[in-house]
């Protein structure tokens, strides 16, 4: 049997997140693999997949913050914010200084009204936005709040009359860095988006300790289980009558800081647990 964990994806160009997914159903022998946080065909880096029980993992590690590498070109609108789009408009961008191009990335930091790209995953009426776009109709997405932790302006360059910005992002999950290259180049007047994207973290999972597809062919690197829900969440060990208490699902008298995640006296990850009501109580039971 597949061992449950997550394998540590470094995505290449040109697939998109279920190709990445498919490929790792090939790998593992199971249908029971799935993805925490889409990554668009353009965009490289790290892409979290969940293997057998880990895919329950996924959609509490979907909420944890990420780090990104972009560039973006300022000075051409495109349809989807980012280069897989039709241009829109051109303005000439290069005569911007490098201190005000600075600043305006600066406006973006912190806790902001953010209006998701029209071409997102978001479900309107039922339907994905991007294929409501791609069906001719009309789609206005609302502003939703995200927070930008820190984002670094990395280097300037002239490319004809454009101005390309390489960025450094730390944001929480559900922020479009394309909608940071739209509102940075409408706030300047020359209009934006992005030309390369690649995800260097997805939470405590780091570029580093990903692997290539072709890697992963050669030897399917799985994180068990265990060893992802120590990385990603605060760890409690039990003793053998709480975690006795745990296997069926029992609220604890324990203090626990947030969500945590909770560990047989061998090791065994048992479950995730989160305060409520003044009791540890149980969010997922993974045994």
């Known amino acids: 049997m597949t061992e449950s964990g997550l394998v540590v994806v470094d995505k290449p160009a040109g697939l998109t997140s279920h190709d990445v997914v498919a490929r790792v159903r090939r790998l593992a022998g199971t249908r029971k693999v799935g993805h925490a946080g889409t990554l668009?065909?353009?965009?490289?880096?790290?892409?979290v997949v969940g293997v057998e029980r880990a895919t329950r993992l996924l959609g509490h590690l979907m909420l944890t913050e990420k780090v990104y590498e972009a560039t973006v070109r300022l000075g051409v609108s495109t349809t989807t914010d980012d280069a897989e789009g039709e241009?829109?408009?051109e303005t000439a961008a290069a005569f911007?200084?490098?201190g005000l191009v600075d600043a305006e990335f600066g406006e973006q930091?912190?806790?902001?009204?953010?209006?998701?790209?029209r071409v997102s995953a978001i479900k309107v009426d039922g339907k994905r936005a991007y294929q409501r776009v791609r069906d001719g109709d009309e789609v206005e997405l609302k502003a939703r709040q995200v927070t930008i932790h820190s984002l670094e302006v990395l280097d300037q360059r002239i490319v004809g009359e454009w101005l390309d910005v390489d960025i450094s992002v730390r944001c929480s999950s559900g922020t479009y860095v394309r909608a940071i290259a739209r509102d940075v180049g409408a706030a300047l007047g020359v209009g934006g988006h992005l030309t390369a994207l690649r995800r260097t973290a997805v939470g405590p999972y780091q570029l580093d300790a990903a692997h290539?597809?072709?890697?992963?062919?050669e030897e399917l690197t799985i994180l068990p289980i265990r060893d992802a829900a120590r990385a990603a969440f605060t760890s409690v060990d039990l003793d053998d009558a709480a975690a006795a208490d745990v296997r069926v699902g029992r609220p604890l008298d324990l203090p626990v800081d947030g969500l945590s995640a909770l560990?047989?006296?061998?090791?065994e990850f048992l479950a995730l647990y989160e305060p409520r009501d003044g009791r540890a109580r149980p969010v997922a039971v993974f045994v």
């Open 87 to 89: 241009v829109i408009a």
């Open 109 to 117: 930091v912190g806790d902001i009204l953010q209006v998701p790209t």
């Open 263 to 267: 560990f047989a006296p061998d090791g």
């Open 96 to 98: 911007h200084q490098p």
């Open 212 to 217: 290539t597809l072709d890697e992963l062919a």
């Open 40 to 47: 668009d065909p353009m965009a490289t880096g790290v892409l």
